[in-house]
């Protein structure tokens, strides 16, 4: 028989593990969706430089916007980063609902930019697309994807039956701050792609970005 005070330890230990289990479980992971909540049809919810209450309003969103991409939060946990337009700025974490996220798989939509040079990719649940300005849009073939818990990894290739044609590409997606370069935006996934064609082989760097507006 183990002393009493023993198994009181144990119980209390074994109450913390769960206890931080369960929180661990039910935190919101970043980058995420959100739709605005909470806020009246005839008002707005302001997008802030700061995450304060009197920072200068950068933009707003409207009282029922869907999909709202937020790729963290502030240091008090009260406010969210999210775009606005050519930057980035705080809304308040009170008027956001999350979006239900699949419990596996890359999320979806996803669409990744990149800048010198200039290309896009986009990804649906069952349809992927490659574009740059000297090309116009050209349907993939995902034939590979794997998930790891901070990014996701994809092969793909153009639909084209002439083999000798095709491109090919190795696509990965981490969850880190990104760049474009040439905004005050905020992104909160980075991409890396080797992308293989007859012009040549190249590593392409960008951004990527769950909001579709």
Known sequence: MLPAFYRRARATLAGLLLSSLGFAA?????????????????????????PSAQATILGSLAPDAKGVEAIGLSEDG????????EASGWVALRFLTPVPAAPHGLPHPIACYGTEPFWALKLGPQT???SS???????LSVTHQAVAPQGYFLTAS????DATKQAYY??????????????????GFATRIFHSSQAGNAVLRGCCTLNQH
């Open 26 to 50: 039910a935190a919101q992971e970043y980058p995420a969706l959100f739709d605005v909540s909470g806020v009246a049809a005839s008002d707005v919810l302001n997008i802030r430089a700061e």
């Open 78 to 85: 009260k406010w969210a980063r999210v775009s606005a337009g």
């Open 170 to 187: 190795q696509i990965m997606i981490t969850k880190e701050h990104c760049s474009d370069g040439m905004s005050d935006r905020d992104f």
């Open 158 to 161: 153009d639909a084209v039956t």
């Open 128 to 130: 992927a697309e490659w």
């Open 133 to 139: 300005p000297e090309t116009p849009p050209q349907a």
